[in-house]
């Protein structure tokens, strides 16, 4: 089974509402990263959280980590249509030496 | 742009062809990685290089043969291939191999005929 579920695997949103994604991973973590990815492109990095820490922002992104529940959450505030995307978590593992992905999740967001 | 860039977007090619997949870093770092996405699938790791050295290899099949000459080139040299190699292949860098912010590059298209 894999390491780093997301949930739903589809969301599809009006503009101007929120989105939350959830992830659940399996294995200790030393990290856990959210990438976005648009159709046909490559990843692009939004926010690492530490295992350490339970809440990270980053403009109108906000990511929550539960080391006892191995979930992780991302919310994207006032969504836009350009945010329209998948989202990948992907989790560091403190025993291992690789970073896994996800399978995502399809964000869709109409105007 | 994320500072990775890869070449071809996209590819086509036979089953008995030799092709390579280019990729080059402006970023600085010291580890690139090659990926590959298949539809409905999580990212595979394929091989993981460090200041030029190969240091991981996810027990992928020797049609696939990297190559990197120095800490801002990678290559993906392909022989071969089956038509369920037919996937998009990411580049990405960090600044070192602890797997901390990925940079991806836009990535290959691959299809197998």
């Known amino acids: 089974s894999q390491q780093g579920e997301e949930d739903p695997q589809a969301l599809s949103i009006q503009e101007g509402e929120n989105a939350t994604m959830n992830c659940s991973y399996k294995?200790?973590?030393?990290?856990l990263q959210w990438y976005r990815q648009n159709s046909g492109r490559g990843l692009v990095h939004l926010i690492l959280i530490r295992s350490n820490e339970r809440e990270k922002h980053s403009g109108r992104l906000r990511v929550t980590l539960d080391t006892s529940k191995k979930s992780s959450s991302l919310l994207i505030t006032a969504s836009r249509a350009a945010d329209t995307a998948s989202y990948f978590c992907a989790t560091k593992e403190t025993s291992g030496s690789r970073l896994t992905f996800g399978e995502g999740t399809q964000l869709t967001v109409n105007p | 742009e994320t500072g990775v860039t890869q070449t071809p977007r996209h590819l086509v090619m036979g089953m008995t062809n030799k092709k390579s997949l280019k990729c080059e870093q402006h970023l600085g770092h010291n580890a690139m990685y090659w990926y590959k996405q298949s539809a409905k699938k999580p990212l595979e790791l394929m091989f993981v290089y460090s200041l030029e050295e190969r240091v991981e290899n996810n027990s992928v099949p020797s049609r696939f043969s990297p190559e990197c000459p120095n800490s801002s080139h990678l290559f993906l040299h392909l022989h071969t291939l089956q038509p369920e190699d037919s996937a998009l292949y990411l580049c990405a860098s960090s600044r070192d191999r602890g797997y901390e912010k990925l940079f991806f590059g836009s990535g290959t298209q691959l299809s197998v005929l």
């Open positions: 294995t200790s973590i030393n990290n």
